[in-house]
């Protein structure tokens, strides 16, 4: 299994300009999530989704968008990048969430975005 | 709201225990993990707490207290593979889905 897979790995920016990240998994978990880490700091949850159609905010939600049109592929729009948005950018899956699951996160390798 | 805070470093020798605590303020959830990000990495998962009291996998053991917004990752018999940030995780609160991360603990392993 692949697992997350996400790309592309790294990227760099001018400032306004648009991008998407893509984000696709095959374990046919339902729960898919996008945080940004910056440097030396810890996980900010961007959007999330729970199944197919439907989507979430999270903590630090403004100037990205995503959609979920399948299981598999929950992609992170950028629009009019800012050098605030120089991040690396996790996308994470998971089988269910709370209960008595571990709820355990799969982590793609990261997407390393610099806005110039 | 959610917060979880953590050391931000730790330092340890080989062959030593540390102990990285996480304390936490949220209106309730369903448990609480613990991720383990190499430098350059994806955060791998450790262990879930989602019952009150300690839980064991191998070196590892992660501990939580609800009636005290409490938990740890013990780290025993420390390897130079070992130095990593660790981050705290709380799943959810009942009428949310999201998993809310700490803001990490970087532990320096030395030989």
């Known amino acids: 299994n692949a697992g997350v897979t996400q790309t592309p790995k790294f990227r760099i920016l001018k400032i306004g300009q648009s991008m998407t990240l893509q984000c696709t998994q095959d374990m046919n978990h339902n729960y898919m999530y996008w945080y940004r880490q910056d440097p030396g700091m810890g996980l900010k949850l961007i959007y999330y989704?729970?199944?197919?159609?439907?989507?979430d905010k999270g903590e630090v939600p403004n100037g990205y968008n995503v959609s979920r049109s399948t299981t598999e592929d929950f992609p992170l729009r950028l629009e009019l990048a800012a050098p605030s948005q120089t991040s690396v950018y996790f996308c994470?899956?998971?089988?269910?969430?709370?209960?008595?699951?571990?709820?355990?996160?799969?982590f793609g390798e990261g997407s390393r975005l610099t806005v110039l | 709201g959610q917060s979880l805070e953590q050391p931000s470093e730790v330092t340890a020798v080989e062959g030593a225990i540390v102990q990285i605590n996480c304390t936490y303020q949220?209106?309730?959830?369903?448990?609480l993990s613990w991720y383990q990000q190499h430098d350059g990495g994806a955060p791998t998962f450790l262990s879930y707490n989602a019952l009150d009291g300690l839980e064991e996998t191998g070196r590892f053991s992660s501990f939580l207290s609800r009636s005290d917004s409490y938990g740890y990752l013990l780290l025993q018999e420390l390897q130079m593979k070992d130095s990593a940030s660790y981050f705290c995780a709380v799943i959810g609160s009942y009428n949310t889905d999201k998993l809310i991360f700490g803001t990490g603990t970087r532990l320096q392993v030395f030989p």
């Open positions: 994470a899956s998971s089988y269910s969430i709370g209960g008595t699951d571990t709820g355990e996160l799969f």
């Open positions: 989704s729970v199944g197919a159609g439907i989507t």
């Open positions: 949220t209106s309730g959830f369903y448990g």
